[in-house]
C-alpha cells in the first residue's frame, strides 16, 4: 500500500507536554505536525515560512502586535511569513501544525526551554 | 491585523456541489481547500506533488491498485506523487485538501465534467 492514514486522536494521545511539536506526516518538503499547548508562548516570526494552525480540540489565541484572533476547534489560521506571533492558549488545545520542513517553533526568537530543534516522528 | 481565521464548517455550509474543491486559503505555494464527496471518482495521479486529504465530516475510501484505505473524520492521507488514487465515498463526505497551487483534481486522467480547472475562493 503506497500510504498509510494517520488518525489524529490517536497521535494526540501519545502527546503529553505542551508546546512540544510531534511529526505526524509530510507533504512534499512541508511537515504536518501535532502539538498541545496551555499557557503563553513566545513571540517570534519566521521570516521565510507561513504557519497553518488548524485547531483539533479546545480553543487559544494567536495575538499579533496589532490584534488578536481567537481560534476553536475546526478553525485555522495562516501566519504570514515575517508575521510576528504569539500563541496563547487558557486552558489546554491540541493544534494541527502544517508549515516548511526545518521550520523550528520558537522562529527569529532567542532559543530557550521551549525551542524545539529535533522533532520527534510519532 | 495580518490574518483571518477560516472557519470550515462556515465554508461547507457554502459548498452545495460535490467533486468540486474551493479554494479557502493559502500556505506559501500551496492551496488549502475544502470539498464536498459522494460516488466515485476517476482513478488518476499527480506526477509531482503528494495530496494531503484530512476528513472533516463522515468518511470516504481511498482505492489504490493494491489495496484501499478506509479514511474516517479526523484522520489523514497523503497520496504520494505519482500513485494512481481513486476517491469514493458511499455517503456524503466532506474533505479539506491540501495541495501545491495549480494541481487539476483530476491530475493525469483526461479532463472529464469532473475536471476543475477554475478554483472559486470562498
Chains 1, 2 share one sequence.
Do not use: Q
Amino acid at each position: 500500500m503506497p500510504a498509510e492514514k494517520v488518525n489524529l486522536a490517536e497521535k494526540l494521545a501519545k502527546v503529553a507536554e505542551t508546546w512540544s511539536p510531534k511529526l505526524v506526516g509530510t507533504l512534499d518538503d512541508y511537515e504536518i505536525k501535532v502539538v498541545k499547548i496551555h499557557g503563553d508562548f513566545v513571540w517570534h516570526s519566521h521570516a521565510d515560512e507561513d504557519e497553518l494552525f488548524l485547531v483539533l480540540e479546545g480553543s487559544f489565541r494567536m495575538d499579533f502586535h496589532d490584534g488578536s484572533v481567537e481560534l476553536s476547534a475546526g478553525e485555522f489560521l495562516v501566519v504570514p511569513k515575517g508575521v510576528e506571533h504569539k500563541p496563547h492558549a487558557a486552558a489546554a488545545c491540541s493544534v494541527l501544525l502544517l508549515e516548511r520542513a526545518g521550520v523550528v517553533n520558537t522562529g527569529d526568537a532567542a532559543p530557550s526551554a521551549r525551542t524545539v530543534t529535533d522533532l520527534e516522528r510519532i
